[in-house]
């Protein structure tokens, strides 16, 4: 498995803006795809976003698109997040998890966290009215 180290997150008012970094370690990212889910205090995990391994297809929850944008540096083994116009319900720690991508896209669930093989410990992102 990859180890990956979440960072970024801090303390925003609304309308801020904010990336976060998802480092690999151990192993490349290349062969993953890395998708960012964030769980909330006293709310399940909630898939964010998430990228094939080229970087050509990216997803996105409702909430997040238009002001998300998810992005992948293979050649520094980084996946990012932009999170623009955030919002007070965007507070929640985020988790970046990596999804082992050499098999047919036809098995490949973007959204579903379970289909993710490994994750990181996770980064506050806490957001004030």
């Known amino acids: 498995q990859v180890q990956l180290v979440e960072s970024g997150g801090g303390l925003l008012q609304a309308g801020d803006s904010l990336r976060l970094c998802c480092a690999g370690?151990?192993?490349?990212?290349?062969?993953?795809?890395v998708g960012w889910f964030r769980q909330a205090p006293g709310k399940d995990g909630e898939f964010v976003a998430a990228?094939?391994?080229?970087?050509?297809?990216?997803y996105y929850t409702d909430s997040a698109k238009g002001r998300f944008t998810i992005s992948r540096d293979n050649a520094k083994n980084m996946v990012y997040l932009r999170m623009n116009s955030l919002k007070p319900e965007d507070t929640a720690v985020y988790y970046c998890d990596a999804q082992w991508a050499g098999v047919p896209d036809s098995a490949i669930d973007y959204y579903a966290r379970n289909r993710y093989d490994c994750w990181g410990q996770g980064t506050q992102v806490t957001v004030s009215s």
């Open positions: 370690r151990g192993r490349t990212l290349s062969n993953y795809v």
């Open positions: 990228i094939s391994w080229s970087g050509s297809n990216t």
